[in-house]
Every structure is written in structure tokens, then in C-alpha cells.
């Protein structure tokens, strides 16, 4: 069995994919490297094959009809055999010395009988153009240097939550759990991180800038004119973590932190969507707005109460343009802290 199973969801991707393969490969017969192409209609398959012929016992390449990322997610899932699993996107990169630093502590803690449920680095937002590099740390939310637990885990700054380029997840867990995205649809990492933590019982944490988060092509899906247009993906993706919420609610009310923290992450998700809605300056979108805060009132008054009061909630709500300066004010605040396009 392989320690860590990696997945490297293609469409497309044969102007950059390379970058990202080639930083993996350092970690040698410790990780399996699967390449899926969703139904590319480049050279992307070719090039997976190449690695695959140079690499045949760490490259593993997987062809597939189109299905989107959350289907490309799901393959990898299906396919692993690592002990752990970790999604690295086909147009970023990770960090060689910090690379084989999880590796080796990986392989330590499974010396001393420890298998953990989540491992969590570093992300560094490597944004088209700046040339100072904003990097998502935990140092002061969660513990170091130890297996820990969801009760010693600290607060968690505004902005500072844990993205699919934070986490490596036990495979195991991740089909335990039921995990399975959704199809055709962008923005499904979210889910990607969100659906499991209930189930995560510990956790290590290592303070390595590991990942590196591509942020400047035009054609990006987190792109803000992209968001926008696609604003009925980004809604659908809210609304599934808000029933899973509510469906898992007695697993999660049964840990006070992991309610906390998942409520959070809700709030960032509707105030990400929220304010694209507004900023859009369409009517129809200012419907869909109402409608995505009565649909969380419905399923769930506590939560809809809940980020009512969070972040940007009372605010996203305000009518006339006081409430539309206030908004913009918010999402100012929201591209500076979240980096979201």
C-alpha cells in the first residue's frame, strides 16, 4: 500500500499540469500520483501517458467522459490505494522540502501506531502579480507537534479556515463518510473539506507552507466575472452544505467545536455568495439573494439566526444603498481576507 494517494484532476491542463506533476514526483514510491483526464480535448491525456511510461510505479493515469472536478475528485477516491488522500489541483504546485517533510512525519507517526483522520499544512496564494505572498497559516488555531483532538482546538481567525489545499484526509475516512460530489459543477472543494469533519476524531498539524494556490488566469473558475456567471453552482454548492448540516446535526451538536467551526464555514460560503449576487447589480439576482436566506430560515431557523449575526449577515441584508454601500464595503473586506478571485 502506498502512504499518500494524490489526485490531479485534468481538463485541458496541458499548458501547466507539468509544473504540477513535477513537483510531485520527489516523493517517490511513498505516493501514487493519479492523473485524471476529464475528457480533455488537448493533449492533456498524452502527457499523462508520458509520465505514466517514464513513472509506471508512482503515475497512475485514469481517461474518463467529462464529469467536472467534483467527478474527477470522486474517481481519484474510487481509485486510490494510499493510506492517505490528498487533491492537488492540475495548475498549482506543492513545496519539495515541505513535501517530504508530511511524508516523513506521515511514515513517523505510522512507526509509533498512529493513524490520524486529518493532516493539515500551509497554503501559499501564489496570485498572478503580487509579488508579496499571502499565506493561510494555523499556528494559532491549532496545537503543534501532537496528535490532537477537535477539543484543543483554538479560534479561528476571521478569514482563517481550512480549504482543500489545507488537508490530506485518510482515504478510509473519506468513503466512510459517503463523500461524493457533485457532477458538472465547480466550487464542490468546498464540500470536498466540509462533509468529513464531523467524522474526523484527530488531527495533526504541521506549520509547512505546502501548497501553492494559483491564483491570475482569466478563464479561472474563481475568477469574480467567472463566479458571477456561474453564481447558480456557487448557490447549489451552499445549499448542499447547508442540508448537510442539517442532516448531520445530531453528530454534529455532539462536539461543540466541530459546530462551531462548520457553522463559520457556512457563513464565509453565504457571504462568498451573497455578495457576488449583489455585486452583480441584476434584479434576478437580488431574488435569488432572498431566496437563498429563506432557504437556510427553512431548513434550519437556529443556523439562519446564526449567520444572520455572523460576518457580513446582517449587512448582506440591509435594503436602499445604505445596505448596497455597506455590501460593497463588505466584499472590499472579503477579497482582501478571503482571496476568493
Given at each position: 500500500?502506498?502512504?499518500?494517494?494524490?489526485?490531479?484532476?485534468?481538463?485541458?491542463?496541458?499548458?501547466?499540469?507539468?509544473?504540477?506533476?513535477?513537483?510531485?514526483?520527489?516523493?517517490?514510491?511513498?505516493?501514487?500520483?493519479?492523473?485524471?483526464?476529464?475528457?480533455?480535448?488537448?493533449?492533456?491525456?498524452?502527457?499523462?501517458?508520458?509520465?505514466?511510461?517514464?513513472?509506471?510505479?508512482?503515475?497512475?493515469?485514469?481517461?474518463?467522459?467529462?464529469?467536472?472536478?467534483?467527478?474527477?475528485?470522486?474517481?481519484?477516491?474510487?481509485?486510490?490505494?494510499?493510506?492517505?488522500?490528498?487533491?492537488?489541483?492540475?495548475?498549482?504546485?506543492?513545496?519539495?522540502?515541505?513535501?517530504?517533510?508530511i511524508l516523513d512525519k506521515l511514515k513517523d507517526l505510522l512507526k509509533e501506531g498512529n493513524s490520524i483522520d486529518m493532516f493539515i499544512s500551509n497554503f501559499v496564494y501564489e496570485k498572478e502579480g503580487e509579488k508579496r505572498k499571502?499565506?493561510?497559516?494555523?499556528?494559532?488555531?491549532?496545537?503543534?507537534?501532537?496528535?490532537?483532538?477537535?477539543?484543543?482546538?483554538?479560534?479561528?481567525?476571521?478569514?482563517?479556515?481550512?480549504?482543500?489545499?489545507?488537508?490530506?484526509?485518510?482515504?478510509?475516512?473519506?468513503?466512510?463518510?459517503?463523500?461524493?460530489?457533485?457532477?458538472?459543477?465547480?466550487?464542490?472543494?468546498?464540500?470536498?473539506?466540509?462533509?468529513?469533519?464531523?467524522?474526523?476524531?484527530?488531527?495533526?498539524?504541521?506549520?509547512?507552507?505546502?501548497?501553492?494556490?494559483?491564483?491570475?488566469?482569466?478563464?479561472?473558475?474563481?475568477?469574480?466575472?467567472?463566479?458571477?456567471?456561474?453564481?447558480?453552482?456557487?448557490?447549489?454548492?451552499?445549499?448542499?452544505?447547508?442540508?448537510?448540516?442539517?442532516?448531520?446535526?445530531?453528530?454534529?451538536?455532539?462536539?461543540?467545536?466541530?459546530?462551531?467551526?462548520?457553522?463559520?464555514?457556512?457563513?464565509?460560503?453565504?457571504?462568498?455568495?451573497?455578495?457576488?449576487?449583489?455585486?452583480?447589480?441584476?434584479?434576478?439576482?437580488?431574488?435569488?439573494?432572498?431566496?437563498?436566506?429563506?432557504?437556510?430560515?427553512?431548513?434550519?431557523?437556529?443556523?439562519?439566526?446564526?449567520?444572520?449575526?455572523?460576518?457580513?449577515?446582517?449587512?448582506?441584508?440591509?435594503?436602499?444603498?445604505?445596505?448596497?454601500?455597506?455590501?460593497?464595503?463588505?466584499?472590499?473586506?472579503?477579497?482582501?481576507?478571503?482571496?476568493?478571485?
Open positions: 500500500m502506498k502512504l499518500l494517494s494524490i489526485a490531479v484532476p485534468c481538463y485541458n491542463s496541458s499548458a501547466y499540469m507539468r509544473q504540477c506533476i513535477d513537483s510531485l514526483l520527489p516523493g517517490g514510491e511513498d505516493v501514487e500520483i493519479i492523473i485524471i483526464n476529464d475528457g480533455s480535448s488537448d493533449n492533456t491525456l498524452d502527457i499523462a501517458q508520458e509520465y505514466k511510461t517514464q513513472f509506471p510505479t508512482i503515475i497512475k493515469v485514469i481517461d474518463k467522459e467529462n464529469g467536472g472536478h467534483g467527478s474527477g475528485v470522486n474517481t481519484g477516491i474510487e481509485q486510490a490505494t494510499g493510506l492517505y488522500f490528498k487533491v492537488v489541483d492540475s495548475d498549482d504546485w506543492v513545496n519539495q522540502s515541505a513535501y517530504i517533510q499571502k499565506v493561510m497559516k494555523y499556528h494559532h488555531a491549532l496545537p503543534q507537534d501532537k496528535i490532537f483532538t477537535w477539543k484543543d482546538v483554538h479560534h479561528f481567525r476571521v478569514g482563517q479556515y481550512m480549504l482543500m489545499h489545507s488537508v490530506i484526509y485518510r482515504t478510509e475516512l473519506l468513503r466512510e463518510c459517503g463523500l461524493k460530489l457533485p457532477e458538472h459543477t465547480f466550487y464542490v472543494d468546498n464540500i470536498f473539506v466540509f462533509n468529513p469533519l464531523p467524522f474526523v476524531k484527530n488531527m495533526y498539524y504541521l506549520d509547512v507552507n505546502f501548497y501553492r494556490y494559483y491564483i491570475g488566469r482569466a478563464d479561472q473558475s474563481v475568477n469574480e466575472q467567472i463566479m458571477i456567471g456561474r453564481i447558480d453552482q456557487q448557490i447549489m454548492v451552499n445549499k448542499l452544505m447547508v442540508d448537510y448540516y442539517v442532516s448531520e446535526k445530531s453528530r454534529i451538536l455532539t462536539n461543540g467545536k466541530v459546530k462551531k467551526y462548520m457553522c463559520n464555514y457556512l457563513d464565509i460560503i453565504t457571504t462568498v455568495s451573497s455578495v457576488l449576487l449583489i455585486r452583480s447589480e441584476l434584479p434576478e439576482n437580488l431574488e435569488k439573494k432572498k431566496e437563498l436566506w429563506n432557504y437556510i430560515k427553512t431548513k434550519d431557523k437556529w443556523l439562519w439566526m446564526r449567520l444572520r449575526s455572523g460576518l457580513l449577515g446582517n449587512a448582506m441584508n440591509l435594503p436602499g444603498k445604505i445596505g448596497r454601500k455597506i455590501t460593497v464595503d463588505g466584499y472590499k473586506i472579503c477579497q482582501k481576507v478571503f482571496h476568493f478571485n
